[in-house]
């Protein structure tokens, strides 16, 4: 009789062992198969539209203004900005622009601006694909422009940039971030 409720015991112990590692195992199966979800600070964003038949594309990291002062706080005025965060925002087109009175042939750019309270400075450069603005260099800007920037008082929340059409060969390109709107008129050469 001591054998047996010894045995039955036993046999009571070991199936609640395994029954308790097959409740852990499925829980460490959960853990791996559950993925982090993590708060993208600066999410990817795009911007395009066909204005005639030139395909206008625009490529950007979003930051937000999270309670902060933008321009001329995190950002100093009278300073290369890679007009997003993280990598270059950077415009392709596959036919030649007119911006400014300035020809900006077909290709893709990075896009760099100097932002200041009066006026701003745009600038197209052959380097687009670079991280921020550690590589940029004045000497491959194609195309270099001033435009007044708007002030307005609703706060865009996250970087946002707007390639609008305005008539058959006539668009727009503007962003918008914090108090602050930019923009300028492009035509698509014939």
């Known amino acids: 009789m001591r054998k047996l409720l ?25 853990e791996q198969v559950t993925p982090t979800k993590k ?62 009175g300035k020809t900006l042939p077909a290709g893709k750019y990075g896009f760099f601006t100097i932002p200041s309270k009066e006026e701003w400075t745009l600038i197209f450069n052959n380097n687009w694909e670079q991280h921020g603005k550690e590589e940029y260099n004045a000497k491959e800007d194609v195309l270099r422009f001033k435009v007044k920037p708007i002030i307005s008082e609703t706060i865009t929340e996250h970087l946002e940039y707007k390639v609008k059409k305005k008539a058959n060969h006539e668009g727009e390109i ?4 914090e108090k602050v709107l930019v923009g300028f008129n492009i035509t698509v050469k014939q």
């Open 6 to 30: 010894t045995l039955f015991c036993f046999a009571i112990l070991f199936v609640g062992c395994k029954n308790q590692t097959k409740s852990e195992n499925k829980e460490l199966q959960n």
């Open 39 to 100: 708060n993208v600070l600066s999410p990817h964003a795009t911007a395009m539209t066909m204005i005639g038949d030139a395909h206008i594309h625009i490529d950007y990291s979003s930051p937000g203004v999270r309670n902060r002062i933008v321009f001329g706080g995190l950002l100093a005025y009278d300073s290369v900005w890679q007009a997003g965060a993280h990598n270059a925002t950077w415009l392709e087109t596959n036919k030649d622009l007119l911006i400014d």
């Open 174 to 177: 503007s962003l918008a971030w």
